[in-house]
């Protein structure tokens, strides 16, 4: 079966940095998104990789091992607005979009 | 950039009755449309996906007769639950990819809360 695995909760201090895993097995690859969803809103976009690699932008960075079925979300210098969930989702071989269940970020001052 | 609008954001109705929510792709066209529904603490699950004068394609589980998606134009689809109940009450996202390729991500609406009393 394909599987995405996050962490469920994670807390971390105001102007610190964060790292968000997630790990998948699924039928093929064709690229990983991370979202983010503040409670009770929609998902927004905030990285793609689909070549190994660190890809960076701005505060937020996002890191793809292929091989290891491996990807991070790296979160610099938090501020208490990204207290949210973090969710990983993997696009198989059918270009289907596999979500994983989410990593709630808690934000402490 | 591209933005897709959802309407309601929020509808309580009564049981056995039937609520349509609509999505719309404001600056874009949108030749496929996904459907989600999400419970509280869980994750995004696939209901459907919608392609513009076609049939939708449900997913494992999903009441076609139930959970009714008209894709009539490129901008606009609309899933209609149909005799809702308790159990439907859920939060509704809709979706919609633009032309942009593999890489191009999802673009959400803001979601329907749906509560049915």
Known sequence: ?109 | GAVVSQHPSWVICKSGTSVKIECRSLDFQATTMFWYRQFPKQSLMLMATSNEGSKATYEQGVEKDKFLINHASLTLSTLTVTSAHPEDSSFYICSARDAGGDGSPLHFGNGTRLTVT
């Open chain 1, 1 to 109: 079966g394909q599987n995405i695995d996050q962490p469920t909760e994670m807390t971390a201090t105001e102007g610190a940095i964060v790292q968000i895993n997630c790990t998948y097995q699924t039928s093929g690859f064709n690229g990983l998104f991370w979202y983010q969803q503040h409670a009770g809103e929609a998902p927004t976009f905030l990285s793609y990789n689909v070549l190994d690699g660190l890809e960076e932008k701005g505060r937020f960075s996002s890191f793809l091992s292929r091989s290891k079925g491996y990807s991070y979300l790296l979160l610099k210098e938090l501020q208490m607005k990204d207290s949210a969930s973090y969710l990983c989702a993997v696009k198989d071989s059918n270009y289907q979009l596999i979500w994983g269940a989410g990593t709630k970020l808690i934000i402490k001052p």
